[in-house]
């Protein structure tokens, strides 16, 4: 049985200088490498030959297989483990016929009628990419995106084909590829296919060793969403519980919100992160991302006023998030009024996994591709989803992470379970910014939550359930507050509710949220 964890792609022109080929691809091995394909595209057939029987008996040593890309007659030379074949290379069942009746066959896929014929010619593997751009191979076919890989994993679902990412992979984007590349019925990769990482590093054994704890750690439980839920089953009394907790840790740790968010409301949001107890630091410079990255207790990405500056800020701020671990907040603002904000939403979560999204019901309904429900810049029409319920738990498990619906009433799932909150009042509508006000207030309980499930990781404890509690927990302040300030005698509309609202925010209690939730779970 391969081990497909670790696929070496091998790429002699990436060497850097002064490295040797034979002497990289020992300490590969050496560092963690499963399983190695020589890639020759340019070598005569001696000089292919030659290469590939010296490394096989290299990977011999340290028990490795070795598989050929493209030349059945090169495999069957140096009795190779298989071939990997590309589409316009030799049919699986003609390289079948020539091959040991043992032999392993992979093909390349880069959409579901690929891996639907690999299926029917009986390939032992698929390799599906690209996930990332590259530039180690010329690409005919596009990127598909880590979010693409799901619909083609779910395709070999009752079947014995393994599946390996491939395009563009690096240790920075490895457990983003990981974590987001599952099928809906999850179906998860066997293994990820690396090149340039590993070639054209100077030190191959500890990138190999780099990669393959990565690919350990992810497979222990160690995502890049720390805290997030993992199906537990929750009652009303568990949730609140889980909220004031989360609430309370707000209050005690004063946890720093990095927020890229809506011009429009910036100072709102401070506002609104200061009143619940935490800081927050209004930044989009691509070029602080690493640092904010490290220090920050998690991120808000609202894209309400999208730029060329604050967008390149967004894909390294996420990136950077990732790697730390840190809680993501994604609020789509007004993605279905333009194919600029539908393609910039695409490739931002593409990049980066968010832990939590955020959005009224026009702005899911476009993120999932659904007309149920259509925007009018960043309001929605109609009179909404016909099934909320399972809309917003279908697209968490498509997402990989807790999805938001707002609302008159407000919907939240982790994928196995949905929050029904029944609290607010009319006058949060009537007020510039309630919904990027509400993904700051997320932002803070991630954090919050983020420093609790590190807490209990620390003393050995397994946390789950978090983020999606940080998520109820935060509609449930700013709406309850909400209810509150509208009951002054000094609120009399829009202009004197907002600033109650902060009071509210600044002065709400842990009594005051468990006397007046309105919460159901499904």
Same mark, same amino acid.
């Given at each position: 049985?391969?081990?497909?964890?670790?696929?070496?792609?091998?790429?002699?022109?990436?060497?850097?200088?002064?490295?040797?080929?034979?002497?990289?691809?020992?300490?590969?091995?050496?560092?963690? +490498?499963?399983?190695?394909?020589?890639?020759?595209?340019?070598?005569?057939?001696?000089?292919?030959?030659?290469?590939?029987?010296?490394?096989?008996?290299?990977?011999?040593?340290?028990?490795?297989?070795?598989?050929?890309?493209?030349? +059945?007659?090169? *495999?069957?030379?140096?009795?190779?483990?298989?071939?990997?074949?590309?589409?316009?290379?030799?049919?699986? &069942?003609? @390289?079948?016929?020539?091959?040991?009746?043992?032999?392993?066959?992979?093909?390349?896929?880069?959409?579901?009628?690929?891996?639907?014929?690999?299926?029917?010619?009986?390939?032992?593997?698929?390799?599906?990419?690209? +996930?990332?751009?590259?530039? /180690?191979?010329?690409?005919?076919?596009?990127?598909?995106?880590?979010?693409?890989?799901?619909?083609?994993?779910?395709?070999?679902?009752?079947?014995?084909?393994?599946?390996?990412?491939?395009?563009?992979?690096?240790?920075?984007?490895?457990?983003? /590829?990981?974590?987001?590349?599952?099928?809906? /019925?999850?179906?998860?990769?066997?293994?990820? *296919? %690396?090149?340039?990482?590993?070639?054209?590093?100077?030190?191959?054994?500890?990138?190999? *060793?780099?990669?393959?704890?990565?690919?350990?750690?992810?497979?222990?439980?160690?995502?890049?969403?720390?805290?997030?839920?993992?199906?537990?089953?929750?009652?009303?009394?568990?949730?609140?519980?889980?909220?004031?907790?989360?609430?309370?840790?707000?209050?005690?740790?004063?946890?720093?919100?990095?927020?890229?968010?809506?011009?429009?409301?910036?100072?709102?949001?401070?506002?609104?992160?200061? &009143?619940?107890?935490?800081?927050?630091?209004?930044?989009?410079?691509?070029?602080?991302?690493?640092?904010?990255?490290?220090?920050?207790?998690?991120?808000?990405? $609202?894209?309400?006023?999208?730029?060329?500056?604050?967008?390149?800020?967004?894909?390294?701020?996420?990136?950077?998030? $990732?790697?730390?671990?840190?809680? !993501?907040?994604?609020?789509?603002?007004?993605?279905?009024?333009?194919?600029?904000?539908?393609?910039?939403?695409?490739?931002?979560?593409?990049?980066?996994? @968010?832990?939590?999204?955020?959005?009224?019901?026009?702005?899911?309904?476009?993120?999932?591709?659904?007309?149920?429900?259509? @925007?009018?810049?960043?309001?929605?029409?109609?009179?909404?989803?016909?099934?909320?319920?399972?809309? +917003?738990?279908?697209?968490?498990?498509?997402?990989?992470?807790?999805?938001?619906?707002?609302?008159?009433?407000?919907?939240?799932?982790?994928?196995?379970?949905?929050?029904?909150?029944?609290?607010?009042? @009319?006058?949060?509508?009537?007020? /510039?910014?309630?919904?990027? !006000?509400?993904?700051?207030?997320?932002?803070?309980?991630?954090?919050?939550?983020?420093?609790?499930?590190?807490?209990?990781?620390?003393?050995?404890?397994?946390?789950?359930?978090?983020?999606?509690?940080?998520?109820?927990?935060?509609?449930? *302040?700013?709406?309850?507050?909400?209810? %509150?300030?509208?009951?002054?005698?000094?609120?009399?509309?829009?202009?004197?509710?907002?600033?109650?609202?902060?009071?509210?925010?600044?002065?709400?209690?842990?009594?005051?949220?468990?006397?007046?939730?309105?919460?159901?779970?499904?």
């Amino acid at each position: 049985m391969i081990d497909y964890s670790l696929y070496l792609v091998t790429g002699r022109e990436l060497l850097p200088p002064g490295k040797e080929y034979f002497e990289s691809l020992e300490q590969s091995l050496q560092g963690g +490498v499963s399983v190695v394909q020589i890639r020759e595209k340019k070598t005569d057939t001696t000089k292919f030959l030659d290469i590939a029987l010296k490394s096989k008996a290299i990977c011999d040593r340290y028990g490795i297989p070795l598989i050929i890309n493209d030349r +059945v007659d090169i *495999a069957l030379a140096v009795e190779a483990a298989g071939v990997h074949v590309g589409q316009s290379d030799m049919p699986i &069942a003609m @390289a079948r016929k020539l091959l040991p009746e043992n032999a392993i066959i992979g093909v390349s896929c880069n959409n579901v009628q690929e891996i639907e014929q690999a299926k029917q010619d009986g390939a032992d593997y698929v390799g599906i990419g690209a +996930v990332w751009s590259t530039a /180690t191979k010329d690409l005919d076919k596009p990127v598909i995106g880590v979010r693409g890989v799901g619909k083609m994993l779910e395709r070999l679902d009752g079947t014995s084909i393994k599946a390996v990412a491939i395009g563009g992979i690096k240790s920075r984007n490895l457990l983003r /590829t990981l974590h987001g590349s599952v099928s809906p /019925t999850n179906h998860s990769l066997d293994g990820v *296919a %690396v090149v340039s990482e590993i070639v054209a590093s100077t030190h191959p054994r500890e990138t190999a *060793a780099k990669l393959r704890e990565l690919i350990y750690a992810f497979r222990r439980g160690s995502s890049i969403l720390k805290g997030l839920s993992v199906h537990s089953e929750y009652s009303v009394e568990t949730v609140i519980d889980g909220v004031v907790d989360i609430f309370e840790a707000i209050r005690k740790h004063n946890p720093l919100v990095h927020q890229i968010t809506n011009n429009v409301v910036v100072a709102q949001s401070a506002n609104a992160t200061i &009143a619940l107890g935490a800081s927050p630091i209004m930044a989009t410079t691509a070029q602080e991302m690493e640092d904010l990255g490290r220090v920050s207790g998690s991120l808000l990405v $609202n894209i309400g006023t999208l730029v060329p500056t604050s967008y390149d800020g967004m894909m390294e701020a996420g990136t950077f998030a $990732n790697a730390q671990k840190k809680p !993501i907040v994604f609020d789509p603002v007004g993605i279905g009024a333009s194919e600029f904000r539908k393609n910039a939403v695409s490739q931002l979560l593409n990049t980066w996994q @968010a832990s939590v999204i955020k959005g009224n019901a026009a702005e899911l309904a476009t993120l999932a591709g659904s007309n149920e429900v259509q @925007a009018k810049g960043v309001d929605s029409t109609g009179s909404g989803f016909k099934d909320p319920v399972s809309f +917003v738990r279908n697209l968490s498990c498509r997402e990989r992470c807790v999805v938001v619906l707002s609302g008159e009433t407000d919907y939240i799932s982790d994928g196995s379970s949905v929050a029904v909150l029944n609290n607010g009042h @009319a006058l949060l509508g009537r007020i /510039t910014g309630s919904g990027c !006000i509400a993904g700051s207030c997320i932002a803070s309980y991630c954090a919050a939550a983020a420093i609790l499930a590190g807490s209990m990781e620390d003393k050995g404890k397994l946390v789950v359930g978090d983020i999606f509690l940080a998520a109820i927990g935060m509609i449930l *302040a700013l709406t309850i507050s909400a209810e %509150v300030a509208a009951m002054r005698e000094d609120v009399k509309g829009p202009g004197t509710f907002f600033p109650a609202l902060i009071d509210e925010l600044s002065s709400l209690s842990s009594p005051t949220i468990r006397e007046r939730a309105r919460v159901h779970i499904l």
